[in-house]
Nanobody, 115 residues
Framework: QVQLVESGGGLVQPGGSLRLSCAAS????????MGWHRQAPGKQRELVAA???????NYADSVKGRFTISRDIAKNTVTLQMNSLKPEDTAVYYC?????????WGQGTQVTVSS
């Protein structure tokens, strides 16, 4: 059973920064891709950023230039650096790992952007 444990959420003012981390129980090279999704109240879960096994990254248009996804292979972690946060970034953020047709999810971490 793959375990993904997120950390780093919290309350931040607009324009601030947060750094989310996802620790995987297995070597991250074993996954086709890893990423971060988010779900705001009353909305569908959406992809925020992803990184492939080869290291390619992609981002939602709404976060391009503000968020950066990266990975630490030695620590089996994937990190999402979020800068210039906006109130509309408020959501529960979930770490995701894909292996074949299977999706694995973390428990989620709340990010609230408010003054």
């Amino acid at each position: 059973q793959v375990q993904l444990v997120e950390s780093g959420g919290g309350l931040v003012q607009p324009g601030g920064s947060l750094r989310l981390s996802c620790a995987a129980s297995e070597i991250i090279f074993s996954f086709n891709a890893m990423g971060w999704h988010r779900q705001a109240p009353g909305k569908q879960r959406e992809l925020v950023a992803a990184i492939s096994g080869g290291g390619s990254t992609n981002y939602a248009d709404s976060v391009k230039g503000r968020f950066t996804i990266s990975r630490d292979i030695a620590k089996n972690t994937v990190t999402l650096q979020m800068n210039s946060l906006k109130p509309e970034d408020t959501a529960v953020y979930y770490c995701n790992a894909k292996r074949g047709s299977l999706d694995h999810w973390g428990q989620g971490t709340q990010v609230t952007v408010s003054s």
